[in-house]
C-alpha cells in the first residue's frame, strides 16, 4: 500500500516533538496555559504544534480552549491502537 502525499502530510505533522503528547491530553478542553502545564512544553512548541492541529482540523478553539474535533478524536483512537498493538 503506497500513502498519499495527504496521509504522508499527517503522519509528518503527527511525528512533530510533543504534537502526540498534545493530543492525548486534549481528552478535555483545555486553556493555553493548562495545556502548556499538563504536557510540560515550552509555549513555542504548544504553540508551533497547536497551529498544526488547528490547520488539519484536528483541534478547534472555542472560547480561549482546545478541544479535539471529531476528526481529531478518531485520530487519537487508532494512535491508541497502533500503541496497543506495538505493546504487543
Do not use: C, W
Not at 515550552?42 to 504553540?47: E, Y
Amino acid at each position: 500500500m503506497i500513502l498519499t502525499e495527504r496521509q504522508e502530510k499527517y503522519l509528518k505533522m503527527i511525528s512533530k516533538s510533543g504534537l502526540l503528547r498534545i493530543l492525548m491530553t486534549l481528552s478535555k478542553p483545555l486553556g493555553f496555559s493548562e495545556l502548556m502545564f499538563e504536557v510540560r512544553l515550552n509555549p513555542g512548541v504548544v504553540d508551533r504544534n497547536l497551529k498544526a492541529l488547528l490547520e488539519h482540523s484536528l483541534v478547534e478553539r472555542k472560547e480561549n480552549k482546545y478541544f479535539l474535533t471529531e476528526k481529531g478524536k478518531k485520530v487519537v483512537l487508532l494512535l491508541k491502537k497502533f500503541s496497543e498493538i506495538l505493546s504487543s
